[in-house]
């Protein structure tokens, strides 16, 4: 018996990744960690969030929501000037990035709620992450999100990037019109990369908690987000059976699909230059994991 152990334990045993691969975990990992020490994913308080306190006259506090002002002077000439607007952030390449009928307008909301939310988590101590103002963001992929055992409720995930002042990119989730959950990265891509490159931080795009695996609330809708080199023409991304063509939007990969069955393995990535060459296939990458936690 513990000679079939021995010879299992060793059959099962992964074989040596190239020291480029295993710069790439580590690298990816710490990033992980990092995100994680910075509560870059966030559990949202009881308090509304756009909400503050604001000290009354009477030395008590009232709850007010933020209001944008505009101040006008009065003009010269009689003719009215219009208002001052705020613009908010850029829509994606294309209509099908927003899914489920979400509406432009609806996931710049969710955006502002998280920007919102992550002001007050500041103002309470929270480590300043400064990730600026929604007309700074693009927005990639809205669409609807399945409760688990982990983090109950459905609702919506919102997808955002900015390249300035640096790279970041935002994965945030809006449960019953309020923030719900925040994942703050960047562009994960590193001197070595492979062309198509996974975000590191988006499984939460595409899987429902390893609690319930095996029994996934279906159907289930799912997003792929990743980056791809300007040589890369075609990225596809297959998940349970079905394959989709992903839209290359500014140097981000977005897809997305409908699950109708549990699964074990990782969505299985693909990409081609503008000849229809093969340049990338995550099952040839050591460092892309293959099966779902």
Not at 97 to 117: F, H, N, P, R, V
């Amino acid at each position: 018996m513990r000679e079939l152990l021995a010879e299992d334990a060793y059959t099962i045993r992964p074989s040596p990744a190239p020291y480029p691969a295993i710069r790439r975990r580590g690298v990816v990992e710490r990033r992980r960690r990092v995100a994680a020490a910075g509560a870059v994913l966030a559990t949202l308080a009881a308090v509304p969030v756009g909400a503050y306190a604001v000290g009354g006259s009477d030395g008590g506090s009232v709850t007010a929501s933020p209001q944008s002002s505009v101040s006008a002077s009065r003009a010269a000439s009689p003719t009215p000037t219009p208002s001052a607007t705020v613009s908010g952030p850029a829509g994606p390449a294309t209509p099908g990035q927003l899914l489920d009928g979400i509406t432009l307008a609806q996931a710049t909301d969710g955006l502002e709620k998280c920007l919102a939310y992550d002001l007050e988590r500041q103002r309470n101590g929270g480590l300043p992450m400064d990730l600026g103002t929604a007309d700074s963001y693009r927005i990639i992929l809205a669409l609807n999100s399945t409760g688990d055992s982990n983090a109950p409720g459905d609702g919506i995930y919102v997808v955002a990037v900015r390249e300035k002042p640096q790279e970041t990119r935002l994965i945030c989730n809006i449960k019953d019109g309020e923030a719900s959950g925040l994942n703050v990265g960047g562009n994960d891509r590193l001197p070595d990369s492979p062309p198509v490159l996974a975000d590191a931080n988006g499984g939460k795009l595409y899987q429902q908690s390893f609690l319930d695996k095996g029994s996934w609330k279906l159907p289930f809708r799912w997003g792929f987000i990743g980056t791809a080199e300007s040589s890369v023409a075609k990225v596809t991304v297959s998940y349970g059976g079905a394959t989709s063509e992903a839209v290359i939007d500014h140097g981000w990969f977005v897809a997305s699909g409908v699950l109708n069955q549990q699964v074990t393995l990782a969505p299985h990535i693909k990409g081609y230059d503008a000849g229809g060459k093969l340049v990338y296939d995550s099952d040839e990458d050591t460092a892309y994991q293959k099966t779902l936690p």
